[in-house]
């Protein structure tokens, strides 16, 4: 475990400062249900976050679940497989359909271009999700979503920080939903937030976290338990401290890894986009074995020969996952499947030091020299 190098490495305050923001719970006895951390890191991350309204939830799945559940949402929902189980399992859950639309090869999420083709009478919303913290195309998604009246929820796991045009990224769609996981830019241990602006649907979604109690005689919604708890909370306002140091980090590692892999025949690199303020989530890979001369499995065992842990985020799509037993067609994703076939996360995290930086990419450049 000493000299392994893995996909990331969680943010974490000194411990003498978390011991700190914590002291005050052992004067209060208040450990969960909405204490005082709750209520300042609720505050704090709406300043941070440029957004009207925050809900802080238990993890970023929850905050996509009881989201869609708040909507009132029925029958078909527009997404895409190129993303974690969760974006997949919210919609599931919540008794909708998930309609499987492609993605941009280039920039991973939805192809705008091809969700008005999947609408039909029974659509209700779209699930685009900011994957590797690259911005959706929001303009066109929202000109649609208004066409047909259509909710929008991105999934924002990976995008905590990012601003686009200058705005706070959870003030887009009709909800956000950020997941503050442990191997995320941000994190509470386990956490996760929903941006919104409206009112009546902040209302529901906080009697939803709390099993759909009003008060305490009146239990009017089939809820869940979602709250964040104190000790989660204490760590989300010790790690908000740090976190603009922590992104310089990651920039300056990914500005490695551009300077050495870019330009490199058969590689193809994740997007600078215009208009967006990054916060370096991940450094995905797609490599095309024939111009590279090595498969993306043969990178990742290379790399794993030598104690680095590189993922496959996100393989296997989500559409052809065992539990939906071949219910959906992969082909009618085809950049999707040709993308998760292909791409491999590189270990990316504030202190990752730029000679194992140099390392992994000496051993990826490798992988093509020895198949020569
Ligand atoms: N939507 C999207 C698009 C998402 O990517 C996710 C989560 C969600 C929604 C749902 O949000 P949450 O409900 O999780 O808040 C990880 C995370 O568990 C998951 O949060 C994340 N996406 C997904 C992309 O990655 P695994 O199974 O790959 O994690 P694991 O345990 O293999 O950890 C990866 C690496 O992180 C380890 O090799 C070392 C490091 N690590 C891990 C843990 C648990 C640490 O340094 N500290 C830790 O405590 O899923």
Known sequence: MENKILVTRSSMPDLDEYIEEIKS??????????GEKHQKFQKELIDYMQVDNVELLTNGHMALELSMQALNLQGEVIT???????TTHAIVRNGLKPVFCDVDPMTFTIDSDKIESLITDKTCAIVPVHVYGNICNIEA????????????????????GETYKGKGIG????????????????????????????????????????FGIRNEEVVDGVGANAKMNEFCAAMGLCNLRHLQTEIEKRKTVVERYRERLSGIDGIQLN??????????AYFPVVFDEKKFGASRN???????????????????????????HNEFDV???????????????LPLFADLNLEDVDKICDLVIACKRNYI
């Not at 719970?25 to 909405?34: A, E, K, P, Q, V």
């Not at 887009?172 to 386990?190: L, M, P, Q, R, W």
């Not at 559409?319 to 939906?324: G, I, K, L, R, Y």
């Not at 082909?331 to 996360?345: C, F, G, I, K, Y």
């Open 171 to 210: 003030s887009y769609g009709d909800v956000s939903c950020f997941s503050f996981h442990a191997t995320k830019v941000f994190n509470s241990i386990e956490g996760g937030c929903v941006c919104y602006s409206d009112r009546e649907f902040g209302h529901a979604l906080s009697r939803l976290k709390n």
């Open 80 to 86: 895409t497989p190129f993303t974690f189980a969760s």
């Open 271 to 280: 997007p600078i986009q215009e208009n967006v303020e990054s916060n370096y």
């Open 25 to 34: 719970i052992w004067d209060t006895h208040w450990l969960t249900n909405m």
């Open 331 to 345: 082909n009618e994703t085809p950049v999707a499947l040709h993308l998760s076939l292909r791409v491999l996360t």
């Open 141 to 160: 998604i929202d000109k649609i979503a208004k066409k047909y009246g259509l909710k929008v929820i991105y999934d924002a796991a990976h995008t905590f």
């Open 298 to 324: 043969e990178v990742q065992d290379k790399l794993a020969e030598h104690g680095i842990g590189a993922r496959k985020y996100f393989y296997p799509l989500t559409n052809t996952f065992d539990c939906f």
